[in-house]
Every structure is written in C-alpha cells, then in structure tokens.
C-alpha cells in the first residue's frame, strides 16, 4: 500500500514546499520531533541538489507499509546532468568540507535505506526510506 | 565576527518565534552549516541561543536559564568530537595527497614494454579497485624471437601488496633472459619470495613464454587462475592448468610445465581473478559470461577485446569491482 | 535503551534544577560521555532535553518549546558531522592497519645483513620519524675482505619514499660485487633512479667502500649530508666532502671519489640530515654537539656510540624527531 | 603577577572540587559561560587523569597577567608513572575512542596553550592556559 504527493522543484521556495510536505507525511506516520527533523532535513538536501546541479526535477514521497512497518519513501529523480564518478560523491568529506551540506552521504546517515540509480547525460534518481521504529 | 553572527542568530530565531513556518527552519538550518563551517561548536549555539532567547523573554522564569547552562554543559564533550573530525579531515586530505604520489610513482617504477614478436597482436589492461593496484603484468623481451610474460596478483591490497610487487619486479629484471623456461622462473621468484616477505603475504603468477617461430607457448603456474585458450579452428574455450603452489609458501615448491601451439586465430587468456569473480546482484558473474562476450570480438584486435571485456564486466557490476581487474590477451595473427 | 537513557538524563537534570552545583555538572558532563559513546547525536539530547523539562515544568510558555524545536532543528547538521567523524575514526584505523602492515613488508624487504670485517666494528641505527622509514642503510659484502656501505635518503616520505627505496635496494643488489668503486655505485643507481621515478623525487646517498687489508675507506657522495672523520691520534674531527648531485637528477652526472686510511681508534660517522638537522627549543642542534657527543663515548663500542648520540639527541628535542635518524658508525679497532 | 590556589587529588570527589575552584576563578576573571565550562573540563580532565592513572597528585591553579593579558593557569602534577609514549597520547581517536573522554587533545584544545613535560618513572606536569579576549 502506498499513498504518494509530490513537489516539482524549480525554484528555491520549492525546497521549502517539498520539507512541508515531508514533514507532514512524517508527522501524520507517527515520527517524532528529531525523526521528522532528519527526515526534513535529508528531503532539503535533495530537494537542494535538484535546484542546484540539474536545475529541475522533482521530490515525491510515498508512505509504506511493509510487513507491518510502516515508513516514508523519499524519491528525487531529475533529468540533469547525471553524477559521473558515484564513489566520490558518496565519499566523507567531500561535499561536507566544501560547504555544500550534508550531501548524499548526509542523507544516508539521516535515513535507513538510500539506493542511487544515475547515467550520466540522462539523469539522477534516488530513492531513500526511513521506517517507523 | 561573533557578535555579529549572535545577532544573526538572533534575528532568525526571533522569526521562527513569531511564527513556526518551515520556511523559517529551512533558514535556521542552513545557518546551523554556515555555523558549523566557521567552526562554531555546539556549546557556543547553545549559548547564543540562550542568550537571543534572553533578550526577547527576559520574563521568563530562572529554570529556564539553568536549563540551558546544563545543556552547554553537556555540549563541550560534543564541541571535542567536532573539532576531532576537523582534524581527521585535515589528516585524510594530507594522506590522500600521499597515496597519489605513492600510486605514481608505483606506475613508474612497474611499468613494462610490450614486447614486438611476428604474428603475434598483445591486447592488455589492468586497473586497480582502490588507488594502488595489487595486479601487476610484466614483459621480458629482447628482441630475440621470445617473449615472457608475467601475470601476478598480490594477495592482500594497498602499500603492502605495493612494496611486495617492487620486489618481484626486480626479481624479474635480474633473470633477464626472454628464453628462460616458466618453471624456472617460478622457482627462482618463489624463492626471493619466500626469503623476502612475511609469512602473511603471497603470490599467484602466470608465466608463459612466447616462441615466435614455432608459435608455441610454454606456461606454468604458482596457484594463480588458469589461463584460457581460445581454438579458433573448433572455436572452443579451454583453461590452460598447471599444477604449482603459490609463491611464498614453501622455497622447495616445484612447477609444472606445458606448451600449446597457436593456429591462426587462437587466443590465449591471461588474467587475474578480479576478471573471473566479478559479482553482480544475482550473484557471481559466469565463467560462461566471458567467454561469451570474448567471443562476440574475436576477429577484432587483441586490445579491442581486452577493452570490450571490461567494459561490459564493468556495467554487469555497476562500476564497482571488488578486486584488481588485469587482463592480457595474446592473439595469434 | 533509548528510554533508559532518557530516564537517567531527567534525574542528572531534575538533581541540576533543584540544585546547581559543580557536583551535578560534573555528573552531567560524565553523563554526557557516555552519551557520546552511545552515538546520540546532539539533536537526540535537545530532545531528550526538551522532554525532561517538559514533565518537570509542564507550565513553562509555548515559547520554551518553540525554543527547543529551533534548536533541534539547528542541530541535525551538527550531528550529521559528528557521524562523520564516526566513519573517519573507523578509517583511520584500518588505515593504520595496513600501514603497519606495510612497514613491516619494507623491513622485510629492505633488510640487510651487517659485513664481518677483520679490524672494522661497525654500529647502526636507523629510526623513522613517521610509520615509514625514508631512510636506507644498504651493506654489500662478500667475505672478500671488502664492504661497500650506502646511506640513502629519499627526499619526501612515507609510502612514495619506501617505494623508491625498495628500487635503490634491487638496484645495490643487482650490482652485487663489494669491490664496485663509489663513483661507479653512484652512477648506476643514478641512472636507475633518474629512469624510474618521475622529477619530484629525489635520493641522496653516501656509498663507502672498506678495505679490509689496506684499512682504507674509498668514498663518494650524491648530494648526501657529508661523513665525519675522527683522528684518535689528533681528537680532531673532519667532514669528509665529495663533490656529486642528488640521484635522479640527471642522467650524466659524475661523482667524485676520494679515499683515506683509517687508523686504530679512528671512526668514520655516517649518516643522514635528520642526525644533524635536529631542532630543539632554541633552534637547530649545532654540529658540535654532536662531536661532543661521539668524543665522549669514543673508546666504546661503536653500537654503544650509535646508542649513545641517538638517545642524547632524542632527549635534547623532546623525543620529537622531524626526519628520519639514520646513523652509521665504523671504528678501526 | 599571580594569584594562586590548589587543590590535592585523591578521591573523585577532589576532581569536583578542583572543577569548583577553576570556575569559580574563571568567572572571577570574566570568562563567559562556554568558556567558563570548558576551562573547567580541561582541569576535570587532568584531574580524572591524575586520579586514574597516578593515584594522587594536585591541581593548582593561577590567574595571569602578562602584557595586559588576563588569563588563567592549570598545572596538574603528579609523581605518578609518567607517560611513556607522548606521541601515542597526544593522537586523536586513541582516548576518545577507548571512552576515557577527552583525554590530552581535548585539554589541548579547550584551552590556548599546552604543555607536558613526563619522565617515566618520575611523574607528569601539565600546563595548560587560557587567555581572557
Ligand atoms: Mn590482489
Ligand atoms: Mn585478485
Ligand atoms: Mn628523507
Ligand atoms: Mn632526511
């Protein structure tokens, strides 16, 4: 089962429009204040990413209910310009340092789940899950 | 510098209190990074915090401000850990930089010449998992009508598979001779080895040796993956065995010896196990797999092939191998 | 766990608000540690924070819990960095690991078997400043009555350094006669450096030559700190100097050659600029401390001498060595 | 000039009081709250080092002047075993991730300036200031 919204992002106020609509899906689920923080948190990173690097794309989140367990599905997917070396994206320190945010690692470390699926030249999608402890 | 990023603090709580929109979290947050770049610690939020909080509610009551006094008091062993992971940072940068130089300098010093034989076409690669490669192919020739080859993979990764390699280059340059047979190769880099490394660290090698007049390949093998041979006449694959332990086990260790001779066509497949055991999400990549895709190529050019081989292992296993990957093929022409 | 954890912070909390005394900060802070070790991120402690305040002071204005909510957001971020900080604590220890690994191979690899000569005593020390060791100390000898001697030091350090040097070993060995002259040594191991390795590293290197019967010392030097001569019969000490570029810079470099023969009680000290170049608090450790230091010693073993300057300058800067310490000590007895 | 005070490490209860006595000092000087709390975690450190690892020993501690400066002084003595390797001691990732706190690279960076003079066998003497800005 799953219930879904979504929020395209083209400008920076949509960044703002896809937390709100994480927050309250994760609120409505049962998350508490920090989980619904990080939840908030990973959607902006990504949200962040979309505007800055493919210019547009879009935030959807899904609830799950999986095997009893019930959770919230962030999907980023943008048509840009794709990530060319992933291992270097996913490394510590890389975009943390350059004061770019937490960066894809950072959304990992916030969520339980995170599965990236990119082709350079045609675009970005990633997938990340948190489930309801 | 402080006091104006306490005032900025301060203004944009004050719009979080008058009203607690995302929008205005979505602003806090991306302070909380600016924050965390100019290496303001946790404690120092608290305090700032407390005091913005001071000067819009000077009213409330003194549990509050306690509160907060505890909660600075808990943050300083937090602030530590922070700073710690700057100076982690700083220190995986510098090594970084280290492990470049150390992988250049590795590639000079390891590189081989092809060798130049009549009817014969060499196709070769080998790319390394992490920075340093633990695979290492070497060419003995001199122009002679010979060609020896070398395949070896250091089992273990990094600096000490590194230094372990330098070891058996210099091995191999001291025998020198584009003549001398496998099985006395073997043995004589087994024993410097076995002499020179500890007991943690082996070897697997290939070695073959390439009559261009006869074109006959001799081969033995110190444990390493078999070689294959493609005959073009049945087209059929076949592995090319030779019994031999690993080099560093035991300095009496002796090896076998065989020879093929190549028709027009045929291939010889030399690799390491970073090309057979390729794991994709359903598991191990097929023996079957690579011959497939070798044979898809087969009337091109050795290094074509070489270069197919890859590139298809490589999306099978979405650009993440697990081991060193080298790959020489021998092309009778 | 979690809930346990929140219980025992609302007692350490509810103990501060009652009372605030150091004694509770400091189980506080205590507490805070364990916190840390546990892996709750700051964010968690706000809110375990928030939520202890609440049932202690349900009565407390919105406003205080807006507060809290501002600053758990403001934290995510912090907390994000400190499991960064996780993760790189984890890596450096694999890394160290394999360092360690790695140094030992090298001294596996690079070790070298001190020569017996009639009426030569010889010491050495060789100490790296870091993990790896960018300094060298190769013998060749031959029971022939003859033994070459080289003191290498690779410009740069850690891994690129131990790679170069494992060259330079394989390099000394395929020369492999103990009579081969210093300038000839020299020119050999330059040309297999300046092919090697690529422009931004560097060797320098002393090689001497024993001669057993004639009690001479023939010597040349590649751009290498120079060796010190001791006179017994004088107490004077001379540098012994010979003209030479550093290995690798050009290919047709030449190399001086000089000779002196030693007498009874005579020592020639050889070695590398971490001896020389030390530091302590006020500025770098004059030369003639380090004679001082051999005078003192100069009628004991030459180990004993070697010991003796090592443990002397190591006390002088604080057990803080900058470079490698490579000492070589031959004393005609 | 030097205003000076001490007090004897034995049991842990002597650590909170040597905190008590550094903060109150501190404060006096004109320290802020944060830097109140971490100079007292630096003396709350080498105060559980003395007690952990030397068994007895003492915290002194000095108010400063030098060129219009003001700043505050922790000497932490001991006879105890001494340190045998400075080098591994002084490394981030050895204390910390063994869980004995901040150990040594915490005191050196809560306060400005840091120093340790140890012969084994003999005992430990660390200085560590801070100045007032
Ligand atoms: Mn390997
Ligand atoms: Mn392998
Ligand atoms: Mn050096
Ligand atoms: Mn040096």
């Known amino acids: 089962m799953s219930d879904e919204s979504s929020v395209e992002i ?103 789940d995170f599965k990236i699926e990119t082709i350079v030249g045609e675009g970005t999608d990633i997938r990340a899950t948190k489930w309801l402890r | 510098m402080i006091h104006e990023i306490e005032n900025q603090y301060k203004e944009i709580l004050n719009e979080y209190m008058k009203k607690q929109t995302e929008q205005n979290l979505y602003v806090g947050q991306n302070f909380s990074r600016q924050l965390i770049l100019e290496n303001i610690s946790p404690e120092e939020v608290i305090s700032m915090h407390k005091g913005a909080i001071q000067e819009l509610y000077d009213e409330l009551p003194d549990v509050v401000w306690h509160s907060f006094d505890f909660l600075i008091e808990m943050m300083i062993n937090y602030g530590l850990a922070l700073q710690e992971r700057q100076s982690l940072l700083k220190q ?129 093998s110190a444990g390493h993956e078999p070689a294959i041979l493609y005959r073009a006449k049945d087209n059929e694959f076949m592995e090319l065995n030779a019994k031999g332990l690993l080099l560093g086990v035991s300095p009496a260790a002796v090896y076998e010896e065989h020879a093929v001779d190549l028709e027009k066509g045929d291939l010889v497949i030399m690799m390491t196990d970073g090309v057979t055991e390729g794991r994709n999400e359903e598991g191990f990549i097929e023996r079957e797999v690579i011959y497939e895709l070798i044979e898809r190529k087969k009337e091109e050019a050795a290094q074509v092939i070489v270069q197919y081989v890859y590139d298809e292992l490589e999306r099978m296993q979405n650009a993440q191998f697990q081991d060193d990957f080298t790959l020489v093929i021998y092309k009778k022409v």
């Open chain 2, 92 to 220: 995986q940068e510098e090594l970084k930089v280290e492990m470049d130089l150390a992988a250049n300098v590795q590639e000079t010093l390891l590189k081989t010449k092809l060798p130049l034989l009549e009817g014969l076409d060499i196709g070769l690669l080998s790319i390394p998992a992490r920075k340093m490669n633990g695979d290492y192919i070497y060419f003995v020739s001199e122009h002679d009508g010979y060609a020896g080859v070398a395949v070896a993979d250091v089992i273990g990764k990094g600096l000490p598979a590194a230094l372990c390699m330098s070891m058996i280059k210099f091995g191999m340059d001291s025998l020198s001779s584009s003549q001398a047979l496998p099985k006395d190769v073997l043995s004589i880099i087994n024993r410097i080895v076995e002499k020179s490394v500890d007991d943690s660290m082996f070897v697997s090698m290939f070695y073959g040796n390439y009559d261009a007049k006869k074109a006959r390949l001799t081969y033995g």
């Open chain 1, 10 to 112: 083209l400008t920076e106020w949509d960044i703002v429009a896809a937390r709100q609509l994480g927050r309250n899906v994760a609120k409505e689920l049962g998350f508490g204040t920090v989980d619904q923080a990080r939840i908030t948190t990973a959607i902006s990173e990504l949200a962040r990413n979309i505007y800055l690097y493919a210019g547009k794309g879009r935030i959807e989140i899904q609830q799950l209910t999986e095997n009893g367990l019930k959770g919230i599905l962030i999907i980023a997917a943008d048509s840009g310009p794709g990530i060319s070396d992933i291992r270097q994206v996913m490394e510590d320190g890389f975009t943390t340092s350059g004061g770019l945010g937490a960066g894809l690692p950072g959304v990992k470390r916030l969520m339980d």
